[in-house]
């Protein structure tokens, strides 16, 4: 009977412990793809802005489709020929509250983008959220599909946000606090504005 039950404690701590492993291992490859494609999504990002032909080749998979920030439905040679020919343009691409789920052979990323560019020479939206699908294809991670989802704003930010461009300067840190500090200011005047309109009201009450 003791022996038995010894053998049984061996054989379900054998197990806990492949299982431990298991999920480690599975845990570390998550992450070692996540970190390949932040790699490639970076070199694709360097790619649309230097209009680099062959890498965007290698990075984009043949059966590609992308929605762009402008609505604009692109298969791969599209954005290559686009990108190529200047009819699409990046001057900066910026992301960040960037997450990737690992699922087998496939890969989605979700997160924040800021960009600066023209889509057939008008301006592109700023600020976007995406989502991207990757596959692994002959051993190598390509992009097989992007979706671009402009964030919608208040016209109030959005008003003050374009004020605040019209202002910058190759000095940003000065152009920013300039902006921050008239932004406190206008906070400051409306609310001396409320506390006027209170004491007259309370005034005309007595």
Same mark, same amino acid.
């Given at each position: ?5 010894? #053998? ?28 390949? /494609?932040?790699?490639?999504?970076? &070199?694709? #990002?360097?790619?649309? /802005? ?8 290698? #990075?984009?998979?043949?059966?590609? /489709?992308? $929605? ?18 200047? &009819? ?27 960009? /600066? ?17 990757? #596959? ?25 946000? &374009?004020? +605040? ?13 300039? +902006? ?8 400051? $005047? ?15 009450? $007595?």
């Amino acid at each position: 009977m003791r022996k038995t039950f010894v #053998i049984g404690v061996l054989i379900f701590t054998t197990v806990s412990i492949a299982l431990a492993q298991t999920q480690s291992a599975r845990r570390n490859q998550n992450t070692s793809v996540e970190q390949v /494609i932040r790699q490639l999504d970076h &070199e694709r #990002i360097q790619a649309q /802005i230097g209009a680099n032909a062959v890498a965007l080749n290698r #990075i984009y998979a043949d059966d590609f /489709i992308g $929605i762009g920030p402008s609505g604009t439905v692109r298969t791969k040679p599209q954005v290559i020929l686009d990108f190529t020919s200047g &009819e699409l343009k990046f001057q900066s691409i910026t992301t960040d509250d960037v997450r990737v789920r690992v699922y087998g052979n496939t890969a989605v990323e979700t997160g924040r983008s800021t960009m /600066i560019g023209q889509d057939k020479g008008k301006a592109v939206p700023r600020d976007n959220r995406f989502t991207r699908v990757w #596959i692994k294809d002959g051993g190598r991670w390509r992009l097989v599909a992007n979706h671009y989802s402009p964030l919608i704003r208040s016209e109030t930010e959005m008003a003050y946000r &374009e004020s +605040c461009d019209a202002r910058r300067t190759t000095r940003w840190t000065g152009a920013a606090g300039a +902006c921050f500090a008239s932004s406190l200011l206008a906070v400051r $005047i409306s609310a001396t504005q409320v506390s006027a309109t209170t004491l007259e009201a309370n005034v005309s009450t $007595i």
